[in-house]
């Protein structure tokens, strides 16, 4: 895009755009192949997904009541718009007994590989290499890592879910319009609550996960950016990932596609994340190249003579100007024909002669003949 920087009015503009921290971080990204590794993150939550369903199922079936089971999925379709009615919760509860020790497993074994590939997408982006450790240490480090993401998640969806339920109960019991501007307002404290809750994961994921100190004012923009973005894609998108399930044309794959569609944006929001915290606040300044003219040769004055050029007034090194004048007027040792002032050559009293005529030849009477 750099031509578009020379084009007369919008030149400033673009150059100014180019510099700005949003777009840096996008060249960042387009510098790591953000591509690849979002489809790396897509990957490995795709496959963590079923795992941890079928666990938090059998874990919802033995502690909760059915009213619980129900908040719990319509926790699931706030987070995943659109799919949860392609899922059958209640199918996952009835079976959980049987399921629940494979899907511990299964989780344990896939959450593990998922913490590993968000990490090392994560460094990517920061230029870090691979995280050399010992196999069974990370594994472990990395359990530990999952651990408190859960806990994370789990206290910060917890409080935004219970905030909420206190502004409805607060509401429903003040007798608030469903409909009334104050309705709306309560609204939208929800759902600030629920960019607090995102923000809190994307901290731990920014900092934490790929053992980084970016400064603190990139992660908090970043946090919040990233949070404010959740929210707003899954408003935006959700009627579209509910037409992509429901499509005959994908038939049974249209629950598969929607989620993978679903966790590619959500990587790519992540991965922009981590670009912020990854590059600098204010752009660094271009890099001036010298000009080869500017530079002196070896040898020449800061008048601007060489050794043996003009300067800028046209007088040679000894002080001649183009017409063989010195610099008192007068001629200095000769005018451009070569002569002195007195008609002798430049070089003193010697005098080129030319050489004398060839004697005659002997017989040759000079070309007269008889």
Same mark, same amino acid.
């Given at each position: 895009?750099?031509?578009l920087t020379r084009l007369p009015w919008i030149g400033p503009?673009?150059?100014?755009?180019? %510099? =700005?921290?949003?777009?840096?971080?996008?060249?960042?990204? !387009?510098?790591?192949?953000?591509?690849?590794?979002? #489809?790396?993150? =897509?990957?490995?939550?795709?496959? +963590?997904?079923?795992?941890?369903?079928?666990?938090?199922?059998?874990?919802?079936?033995?502690?909760? +009541?059915?009213? !619980?089971?129900?908040?719990?999925?319509?926790?699931?379709?706030?987070?995943? @718009?659109?799919?949860?009615?392609?899922?059958?919760?209640?199918?996952?509860?009835?079976?959980a007994g049987t399921v629940s020790v494979i899907a511990g497993a299964l989780l344990a074994f896939t959450g593990i590989g998922w913490i590993g590939s968000v990490r090392d997408c994560l460094r990517a982006v920061w230029g870090r290499d691979k995280d050399e450790r010992n196999p069974i240490v990370g594994k472990a480090?990395?359990?530990?890592?999952?651990?408190?993401?859960?806990?994370?998640?789990?206290? +910060?969806?917890?409080?935004?879910?219970?905030? =909420?339920?206190?502004?409805?109960?607060?509401?429903?019991?003040?007798?608030?319009?469903?409909?009334g501007p104050v309705r709306v307002l309560l609204t939208v404290v929800g759902l600030l609550l629920s960019v607090v809750a995102d923000f809190l994961i994307l901290v731990y994921l920014l900092t934490l996960l790929p053992g980084v100190d970016p400064p603190r004012r990139s992660v908090v923009t970043a946090a919040l950016i990233?949070?404010?973005?959740?929210?707003?894609?899954?408003?935006?998108?959700?009627?579209?990932? !509910?037409?992509?399930?429901?499509?005959?044309?994908?038939?049974?794959?249209?629950?598969p596609v929607a989620l993978l569609l679903w966790f590619n944006f959500m990587a790519k929001l992540l991965l922009y994340c981590a670009a912020w915290t990854a590059t600098p606040v204010h752009a660094p300044p271009p890099a001036t190249t010298a000009d080869p003219g500017d530079e002196e040769s070896p040898g +020449?004055? #800061?008048?601007? %003579?060489?050794?043996?050029?003009?300067?800028?007034?046209?007088?040679?090194?000894?002080?001649r100007d183009a017409e063989g004048r010195d610099a008192g007027g007068g001629v200095s040792g000769g005018d451009v024909s070569g002569r002195?002032?007195?008609? %002798?050559?430049?070089?003193?009293?010697?005098?080129?002669?030319? @050489?004398p005529p060839a004697p005659p030849r002997e017989g040759d009477d000079g070309g007269a003949r008889p």
């Open positions: 895009m750099d031509w503009r673009v150059a100014a755009l180019l %510099r =700005t921290h949003a777009w840096r971080a996008f060249a960042h990204l !387009q510098d790591v192949h953000w591509t690849r590794l979002a #489809a790396a993150i =897509t990957f490995t939550s795709f496959l +963590s997904l079923f795992p941890l369903l079928a666990l938090s199922a059998a874990i919802g079936a033995a502690l909760l +009541s059915q009213h !619980q089971l129900d908040t719990l999925e319509h926790k699931i379709e706030e987070q995943i @718009p659109g799919i949860s009615g392609q899922l059958d919760i209640q199918g996952l509860v009835d079976n480090l990395d359990g530990g890592i999952l651990l408190g993401l859960g806990v994370a998640v789990l206290v +910060s969806l917890g409080s935004s879910g219970f905030a =909420t339920a206190a502004v409805n109960w607060t509401a429903d019991k003040s007798g608030i319009s469903h409909h990233g949070a404010v973005g959740f929210e707003l894609l899954k408003v935006l998108i959700s009627g579209y990932l !509910q037409k992509v399930a429901g499509k005959s044309l994908y038939g049974a794959f249209g629950t +020449s004055e #800061a008048t601007g %003579r060489d050794s043996g050029g003009p300067d800028a007034g046209g007088r040679d090194a000894g002080g002195d002032g007195g008609g %002798r050559p430049a070089g003193g009293a010697h005098r080129w002669e030319p @050489p």
